[in-house]
């Protein structure tokens, strides 16, 4: 039981893939201007990371290592298997939710390239994680992903009822906002010794 919750606590505050670790920025930006849009974004991102947990740890485990081929062709079965998998959600969004598919707009697809999710399936084989640690680290380094790119859609939301100097309109004051939220979440790393 205190390795799932190291595991949340872990993947959610601690090793928050974007404020701590710095992956994932590219959506973490464009994505947060408004919080339904960011919500959106961040359960596709949940989904998306918690499956390709689970599939790139079966094909790592039952046919990369296997065959001895783990060491050089495993970034690249990831990426194949990530962009299947983002594929398949911006196929069902797009069905089911055509107006929040059209609100991500190019940020969807590029959920593929997403560093974070890349960085989830890779940290789990180098953490030696097993099934049901890759999945639920998939899971809550995706909450950690939704949570930061909520709180940044809110405060952005709320900047703009703001008298904020002409030069730090925009980008500057977004990414000292997302500095400044980071500085916050790494003190949690001090909490639980993490």
Do not use: H
């Not at 783990?70 to 959600?89: H, R």
């Amino acid at each position: 039981m205190s390795t799932f919750f190291l595991i949340i606590i872990g993947s959610v505050f601690v090793n928050n893939f974007v404020l701590n670790q710095f992956l994932g920025i590219c959506p973490f930006i464009g994505v947060s201007r408004k919080t339904e849009t960011a919500l959106g974004m961040g359960f596709a991102v949940i989904f998306v990371m918690a499956i390709a947990s689970v599939f790139t740890y079966i094909v790592n485990q039952y046919i990369l290592v296997p065959l001895g081929l783990d060491g050089f062709m495993q970034t690249i079965a990831f990426i194949l298997i990530i962009a299947a998998l983002v594929q398949s959600v911006e196929i069902i969004i797009k069905k089911f939710s055509p107006s929040l598919y059209s609100a991500l707009g190019v940020y969807l697809p590029l959920i593929t390239t997403n560093c974070a999710v890349l960085g989830v399936a890779l940290l789990n084989i180098t953490k030696a994680y097993v099934l049901w640690q890759a999945f639920f680290n998939g899971i809550f380094a995706g909450v950690g992903f939704t949570i930061a790119i909520v709180l940044l859609a809110g405060i952005r939301e709320g900047m703009k009822r703001a008298d904020i100097p002409e030069n730090f309109k925009g980008f500057p004051i977004t990414l000292i906002a997302a500095a400044i939220m980071s500085m916050a979440f790494g003190a949690f790393s001090g909490m639980f010794g993490l």
